[in-house]
């Protein structure tokens, strides 16, 4: 169940923030969708945006999924009220899932990477996760050149018509 990505004509939410390094830094094999918990001056600074996933990852601790270094600005106007900037924020995602994740993670030697935050259509505050396992540097070059050749090729079919 891929979550909606920024290019699907579809797609009625908001994209808050994108992980543009995950697909470079790993072969994503799957992606699912989960809710994120947040406090309320969390989700008003969320709506203005500023957010970044970059550095984040997902991981579990006691039977329970948290996304551990997600920056999310405080909101200037909570006040006191405000919260921490990296807080690990727990994700919503039933037993099974977590179990499975969990699986993978020892085993296959994978990783969980957010590949995007966004708002759905009702408004809730979703994180699209990303199974990934880590790339070489030769794989990273193969893919930047396979990508190249791509772009080079659908250069010169235009310009031939």
């Known amino acids: 169940m891929a979550a909606p990505r920024k290019k699907d004509k579809d797609f009625k939410g908001k994209v808050i ?3 543009r390094k995950a697909r470079h830094e790993y072969f994503i094999t799957d992606t699912l969708e989960a809710g994120i918990m947040l406090e309320g001056s969390e ?3 969320l ?3 500023e957010t970044t996933v970059g550095d984040s990852y997902a991981e579990i601790v006691e039977g329970e999924m948290f996304l ?3 920056y999310i600005p405080q909101y200037k106007q909570a006040g006191q ?5 990296k807080r690990p924020r727990k994700l919503l995602l039933h037993k099974k899932q977590i179990e499975r994740l969990g699986g993978l993670i020892k085993r296959g030697g994978m990783t969980i990477v957010p ?3 966004y708002f759905n259509e009702k408004g809730r505050a979703k994180v699209e996760l990303g199974i990934a396992k880590g790339k070489k540097l030769h794989d990273k070059r193969q893919t930047e050149k396979s990508r ?3 772009r080079q090729k659908a250069r ?3 310009e031939k018509g």
Do not use: C
Request: aromatic residues 8%; hydrophobic residues 40%.
């Open 148 to 150: 190249d050749w791509n």
């Open 156 to 158: 010169l079919m235009r």
């Open 68 to 70: 551990v270094n997600a």
């Open 47 to 49: 709506r203005g945006g």
């Open 43 to 45: 989700v008003k600074s």
């Open 81 to 85: 009220f405000n919260h921490e900037t």
């Open 115 to 117: 590949l995007q935050l």
């Open 17 to 19: 923030a994108v992980n």
